[in-house]
C-alpha cells in the first residue's frame, strides 16, 4: 500500500488526503485522557477543518459506547458513532468519536482509526 493517498471524488473541485503524520496526539474528554498515541493519520477535506485520526488500539473504549449512529460520506464511506459515557450507564456526550469501519479505497489509511468531534474532545497535537 502506498504510504500517501489523496482521493478526488464526486464534486468538481472537492478533494480528500490521507498521511501517516508523525506528529504525537493527546484527546481529552471532561479532564480525562481518552487516547494516546504517535501514529495518527492526518485527513485534510475540502472545505472542513484538517482531521487526525488516532489508532482504534490506542483509544481507552471502556469509557465509550456505540450510539448506533451511521451516517454516510460520498468520499469516506459510511461512519459509525460512539458516545462518551466515562464508562457509566449514560452517554455524557454523544456522538463524541466516529471511524469508518470499510473506507473507501482511497482512504484506507483511515481504516481501524477513529475521530474525535472538537465539541466534546480537545485534541493536542506536538510536531516535533
Not at 97 to 124: G, H, K, M, N
Request: charged share 25%; proline share 6%; aromatic share 8%.
Amino acid at each position: 500500500m502506498n504510504a500517501h493517498h489523496s482521493a478526488s471524488a464526486g464534486s468538481r473541485g472537492h478533494r480528500v488526503h490521507v498521511e501517516p503524520s508523525a506528529a504525537r496526539v493527546r484527546v481529552v474528554i471532561d479532564g480525562r485522557t481518552v487516547a494516546k498515541t504517535e501514529r495518527p493519520v492526518l485527513l485534510t477535506e475540502t472545505g472542513l477543518p484538517d482531521r487526525y485520526y488516532v489508532p482504534a488500539a490506542d483509544v481507552d473504549f471502556t469509557l465509550f459506547r456505540a450510539s448506533g449512529t451511521r451516517t454516510r460520506c460520498p468520499w469516506k464511506g459510511e461512519a459509525g458513532y460512539w458516545s462518551y459515557t466515562a464508562g457509566q450507564d449514560e452517554a455524557v456526550h454523544r456522538d463524541a468519536v466516529w471511524a469508518y469501519p470499510e473506507p473507501l479505497p482511497e482512504v484506507d489509511l483511515i481504516r481501524d482509526c477513529v475521530c474525535f468531534d472538537d465539541s466534546a474532545a480537545q485534541v493536542t497535537v506536538t510536531t516535533t
